[in-house]
């Protein structure tokens, strides 16, 4: 099994199929972790996923237990209410966490490291999927070196984002939902509790 991409979601999948028994091979051309957060937030359900993953309490020191957002204008009148439930829900966890990505992925590259059947391919850029009829092959650089290798896996999974060359490959599509208003997007840090917040 050969999966593209060693972010959060590539991460997850390969130590779940790992646990399954596959020998799982992850490509990924960026030699560290992109130390800014992009994604920040996931619910119940992404715990315990963690949960069977044995990452449920070294992350936990880590979260934030979400009450949700409050959207406003200009002129401060509430556009949007999405508070969270502050309980332990259905799914045994909270519906809404916070965190910080390059910690998450962190605690996952880690709990690879402990899995035997899964090889990290670190500063290795996937440029070409050979079709066959029982196995692709998954063309790629070594960046370090500019070596060209080839690997056979009986699957390929793309994990590997916005400009997904597994995406390409295949010929599916992105779909644009033409959300294109600007973002000011602002990490912060708190220097005392503010509970309205």
């Not at 960026?30 to 920040?40: C, S």
């Not at 599916?172 to 005392?192: A, G, I, N, P």
Request: with cysteine; net charge negative.
């Amino acid at each position: 099994m050969a999966i593209i991409g060693l972010g959060p979601v590539g991460a997850t999948l390969a130590s779940l199929l790992a646990r399954c028994g596959l020998t799982v091979a992850v490509f990924e051309r960026d030699p560290e972790i992109y130390r800014l957060p992009r994604a920040v937030h996931f619910d119940g359900e992404c715990m315990r996923v963690f949960q069977t993953l044995g990452l449920a309490t070294r992350l936990e020191e880590r979260l934030i237990v979400s009450p949700g957002m409050k959207f406003i204008d200009a002129d401060g009148r509430l556009l949007i209410d999405w508070s969270r439930p502050r309980q332990i829900g259905p799914q045994g966890w909270y519906s809404s966490y916070r965190f910080h990505q390059p910690d998450l992925e962190q605690c996952l590259r880690a709990s690879l490291h402990e899995q035997t059947r899964v090889s990290q391919l670190l500063r290795c850029e996937v440029f070409n999927l050979r079709e066959h009829t029982d196995h692709v092959e998954v063309c790629f650089e070594d960046l370090a070196s500019g070596e060209l290798h080839a690997l056979r896996a009986a699957f390929v999974v793309g994990c590997d984002g916005a400009r997904s060359l597994v995406r390409r490959f295949i010929g599916s599509e992105l779909d644009d939902l033409h959300s294109h208003q600007r973002w000011l997007v602002l990490d912060l840090l708190l220097k005392r509790d503010r509970p309205d917040l």
